[in-house]
């Protein structure tokens, strides 16, 4: 994970050292840095499977909030070090200067994430290969098995409304890509993807307005 803090200060910097603890790098000088501490689970967002990080926009009590919105995989390491699939978490400062993650909401069992059932973490594996928000909302792109127990994968398009601190509106939806007049062909494994404008020509050719946006998908 590599993302500029949007008030341009700080930069992200997770790896896979130390269970993925992440590391903030000061913008204006980088021999000034700040390892997050171990010891809190929402501070370890790099993984040796995937992961995808962005700084995003959530509304909670009438209060926007600068968010980072985190897709991880479970790669494996021992649960007491093991975050949520898919969270909203918030950068604080602490009063001694160090700084920390917390979620963007969290109050007795309700929190800003979902998980998969411990049962099935290792065998129900979820790749995190992009994200961005949207009008209101933020998405994921995944790619997954079909079910618990098939050997089929797709990819899907995960979204969380960024006004549900508690993540109740938590929807995904099966992408499917087949090539014309190519019987049983599909091709439905994302590898990358890139959300931006349209353009002059694919706007022409499927009568779209090229000031729109599109999710393009390799």
Known sequence: ?????????????????????????????????????????????????????FFGKATYMGREFTTLYVGSSYDGRPLEYSGDAVSARKLDQNIDGRFNISYLFQA??????????QMH??????????GFEHQGFS???????????????????????????????YTEVQLSCKKPNAFGKYYNIALAAHFGRIGSDVAAKFSLNSKDRMLYIL
């Open 1 to 53: 994970v590599l993302e500029k803090y949007p008030d341009g200060h700080y930069l992200l910097y997770c790896g896979t050292l130390r269970q993925g603890v992440c590391l903030l790098f000061s913008t204006k000088d980088f021999n000034t840095q700040s390892y997050l501490s171990v010891s809190n689970v929402l501070n370890l967002i790099g993984n040796r499977l995937s992961v995808y990080a």
């Open 108 to 117: 007795g069992d309700s929190k800003s994430g979902i998980d998969i059932d």
């Open 139 to 169: 998405y994921f792109l995944t790619v997954q098995l079909d079910g618990l127990y098939d050997e089929r994968y797709s990819s899907r398009l995960v979204r969380v409304c960024q006004g549900d601190h508690q993540f109740y509106s």
């Open 121 to 130: 973490k290792n065998n129900f594996i979820v790749r995190y290969i992009y």
